[in-house]
C-alpha cells in the first residue's frame, strides 16, 4: 500500500498537501502529494514499499489540520461490466475490516456518484460478508473505505478507528436543532465532537460551569452552553434572541469582545467574531495567559492566500505566549465540516497558574 488518501474541503488541497509534505519530511519519509485545486482529495504517495503505512502511525490524526478523513491504500480500475470481483480480490490483499465505507470525494462529482454507490453497496456487502472478511464485531478491525473518482476508479484503503475521523469522508451527521437561534450551532457542537472525547463531555462540558461566548449574537453558539446547563455571559452589541434569554442562563452584556474582561475567572471562553486571524490568536492568547478561562474555542478565518503559513504562526504565537506565562496546554486547530474559509482552534490549560 503505497498511498495515504486525504479528503479536505474543496479549495483546501494546497493545505492539506502542505501540511502532510512538513510532516512526511519531520518523520523522515519519503513521499510527495499529487491533487488538483478543487478536487477535495489529495493523495499523498510514498515510493518505498511500506512507508505510506509507516507514516500513517508515526502521525496523529487528530493533529491533522486540513485532513478531513484519511485512508491507507492503492488506486483500482474497474470495468463497469464487473466492479465486484476486482474490489473483492483487491481486499483480499488487505486486512480484514469491521465495517464498510463507500465514499466519493466532496465535490458535484462525487455527488453525481450517489446513484451508484447505492446500486453498489448490497452487492459489495454481500460478497465481502460470503468471503468472511467483514467482520462487524470486531470494531478492533479497521474500516474499509472504497472511494470512488468515477464508475470505473475507485481507491481501496483503510483507516483505523483510533487514529482517524469516526464519519466516512470525515462528514459528521449532525442537524441543527429546531430551538437553535442559528445554524452557526452546529460549529460548536462539532468542535466539542473533534476536541473533546465523548467520555469526557460530562466533566469538561458540565452542569454548573461558567462560560464567556465573544460575538455571540444571535445565540447558535450560546445556545449550545446553555443546553448543556452552562451559565453563560453574552458579549455581543448584536441583539440575543429572545427566547436563549428566557432561558435565565445567559448574561447579556453589549459591549466590544475585545475589550471585556470577565470579573472573575470562567471555565470556558468561545469566540466567534469575524476579524484577522493574528486579532484572534491575540485574544486567545490574552485570555489563555491571564488566567481568565481554562478551556477555548475561536475560529481564525482565513481569507488570506497563504493559509497554512498563516495558522501556523498565530499558534505559533499562542503557544509563545503560553510559554512566556509558564503555562502548559494543548493547543490544536481543525478545519472542521462546517467551517469555511476558517479554522477552528482549541486550547485547553492542563497545568497553570490557578
Ligand atoms: C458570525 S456572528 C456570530 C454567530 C454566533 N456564534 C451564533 O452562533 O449565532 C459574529 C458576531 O460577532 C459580533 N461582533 C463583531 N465584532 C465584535 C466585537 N468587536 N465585539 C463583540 N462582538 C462582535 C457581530 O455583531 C456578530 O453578531
Not at 7 to 16: D, I, K
Not at 158 to 185: C, D, F, H, K, Q
Not at 313 to 330: I, P
Amino acid at each position: 500500500m503505497q498511498e495515504l488518501l486525504l479528503h479536505c474541503r474543496p479549495g483546501f488541497e494546497s493545505e492539506a498537501a502542505a501540511e502532510m509534505q512538513e510532516l512526511a519530511n519531520a518523520c523522515g519519509l519519503a513521499g510527495y502529494p499529487v491533487t488538483r485545486e478543487g478536487a477535495a482529495i489529495v493523495r499523498f504517495v510514498c515510493p518505498a514499499e511500506g512507508d505510506a503505512g509507516r507514516l500513517m502511525r508515526k502521525l496523529d490524526f487528530q493533529s491533522l489540520i486540513f485532513t478531513r478523513q484519511w485512508a491507507l491504500g492503492d488506486w483500482l480500475d474497474v470495468d463497469p461490466e464487473d466492479r465486484i470481483t476486482p474490489v473483492i480480490q483487491a481486499c483480499a490483499k488487505g486486512p480484514l475490516a469491521s465495517l464498510l465505507w463507500l465514499e466519493t470525494a466532496d465535490t458535484n462529482d462525487g455527488k453525481a456518484l450517489a446513484a451508484l454507490l447505492k446500486k453498489l453497496r448490497k452487492p459489495l456487502e454481500s460478497a465481502l460478508g460470503k468471503t468472511r472478511f467483514l467482520r462487524p464485531n470486531k470494531t478492533e478491525l479497521p474500516r474499509l473505505h472504497l472511494v470512488f473518482e468515477s464508475g470505473e476508479r475507485l481507491f481501496v484503503g483503510w483507516s483505523w478507528a483510533n487514529n482517524a475521523a469516526p464519519w466516512p469522508m470525515g462528514i459528521p451527521r449532525l442537524r441543527v436543532p429546531r430551538e437553535a437561534p442559528s445554524r452557526s450551532t452546529l460549529k460548536l457542537e462539532e468542535a466539542w465532537h473533534h476536541f473533546i472525547p465523548r467520555e469526557q463531555w460530562d466533566s469538561r462540558l458540565a452542569p454548573g460551569m461558567t462560560a464567556v461566548d465573544l460575538g455571540a449574537a444571535p445565540g447558535g453558539w450560546t445556545w449550545q452552553l446553555v443546553n448543556r446547563h452552562m451559565k453563560v455571559i453574552a458579549v455581543d452589541n448584536g441583539p440575543m434572541n429572545r427566547k436563549l434569554m428566557e432561558s435565565g442562563q445567559v448574561e447579556h452584556v453589549q459591549a466590544d469582545g475585545y475589550l471585556f474582561r470577565p470579573k472573575r475567572p470562567v471555565h470556558w471562553m468561545v469566540c466567534d467574531i469575524v476579524d484577522k486571524p493574528a486579532r484572534s490568536s491575540a485574544l486567545l492568547a490574552t485570555w489563555l495567559s491571564r488566567g481568565w478561562c481554562r478551556e477555548a474555542i475561536i475560529n481564525f478565518k482565513l481569507p488570506m492566500k497563504r493559509r497554512y503559513q498563516e495558522v501556523m504562526q498565530c499558534m505559533a504565537h499562542v503557544q509563545d505566549a503560553l510559554d512566556e506565562a509558564g503555562l502548559e496546554a494543548t493547543l490544536a486547530c481543525k478545519q472542521l465540516y462546517t467551517d469555511r474559509e476558517e479554522v477552528t482552534c482549541h486550547a485547553r490549560i492542563v497545568r497553570g497558574h490557578r
